[in-house]
């Protein structure tokens, strides 16, 4: 009698190990939903559309913002275990809803050890000369240009102000040569929360900061000059950095873990 307690006990035993083994291996293998949080700031302040509240970079006023939208394309999750790349992966990255942040799910993702989370502001140039529609690519959209086959990689509208005037604030910034990618180390076990996310800032300021800084009363307008454009462009990366999760209170920048490019900028 003695001996057929033990053998069901450790028939018990024996299953559960397994019930938990199985468990862990369907866990693992079952593809994860991971959301991306953007969160826009101007410096320190979050962004608020049409107030007339932060400092022009390089000279006297205060601007105020209208519209500011980016492309946003080729997300990859990249490890020693692997990759992960989103299909027709390009987002128009907006902030005029009745949400403070935009959000992007990524579906279907492999759960693996991931390292690193890659993308690019901006759209490469197989698709910045093509006119098919693939993710928020429309060549019929505003963002799309007029004269041109292509896209605006980021718009930024609004009006820069002082006692005596204003001075509308336009900048389209275009052109294949525009396009950086970013490269953000993924916090430890970010992937293995019940709901996986990643919370990104969005500094508009770091648009202007140069160095050196843009005067916006000397350059109010950015459209087809390379140049200009490219003066702006190469403040991309800076642009987008991780946020702590763990801090108390509104999610804050990490200066630990800023981003860095995966490209020298021009």
């Known amino acids: 009698?003695?001996?057929?307690?033990?053998?069901?006990?450790?028939?018990?035993?024996v299953a559960a190990i397994l019930g938990i083994?199985?468990?862990?291996?369907?866990?693992?293998?079952?593809?994860?939903?991971?959301?991306?949080?953007?969160?826009?700031?101007v410096g320190p302040e979050?962004?608020?559309l049409n107030a007339s509240r932060y400092a022009n970079p390089g000279g006297k006023g205060r601007f105020k913002i209208r519209d500011f939208q980016f492309y946003l394309s080729n997300i990859r999750l990249t490890g020693g275990t692997g990759v992960y790349a989103e299909p027709d992966s390009y987002h128009l990255v907006r902030f005029d809803g009745a949400e403070p942040t935009f959000v992007i799910v990524l579906h279907d993702v492999p759960h693996r050890d991931y390292e690193r989370i890659e993308f690019a502001i901006?759209?490469?140039?197989?698709?910045?000369?093509?006119?098919?529609?693939?993710?928020?690519?429309?060549?019929?959209?505003?963002?799309?240009?007029?004269w041109e086959v292509g896209y605006k990689f980021v718009l930024l509208e609004g009006t820069l102000g002082d006692e005596s005037a204003s001075v509308p604030l336009v900048y389209h910034v275009g052109f294949d040569e525009s396009?950086?990618?970013?490269?953000?180390?993924?916090?430890?076990?970010?992937?293995?929360?019940?709901?996986?996310?990643?919370?990104?800032?969005?500094?508009?300021?770091r648009l202007f900061?140069?160095?050196?800084?843009?005067?916006?009363?000397?350059?109010?307008?950015?459209?087809?000059?390379?140049?200009?454009?490219a003066r702006l462009a190469r403040n991309f990366p800076a642009m987008i950095s991780p946020m702590r999760s763990d801090a108390p209170g509104p999610r804050t920048a990490d200066a630990a873990q800023t981003a860095r490019p995966t490209s020298t900028p021009p």
């Open 1 to 13: 009698m003695r001996k057929a307690r033990y053998a069901l006990l450790l028939l018990l035993v």
């Open 21 to 41: 083994a199985g468990w862990r291996s369907y866990h693992a293998a079952r593809p994860i939903e991971l959301a991306l949080h953007f969160h826009p700031f």
């Open 46 to 48: 979050p962004l608020e």
């Open 122 to 146: 901006g759209v490469d140039a197989a698709a910045n000369k093509s006119i098919a529609q693939r993710g928020d690519l429309d060549p019929n959209g505003r963002m799309a240009w007029t």
């Open 179 to 205: 396009y950086k990618p970013l490269s953000i180390a993924l916090p430890d076990e970010a992937l293995e929360e019940p709901a996986p996310r990643l919370d990104l800032r969005v500094d508009v300021l």
């Open 209 to 229: 900061q140069g160095p050196p800084a843009v005067d916006m009363a000397a350059l109010p307008s950015v459209k087809f000059d390379r140049a200009d454009a």
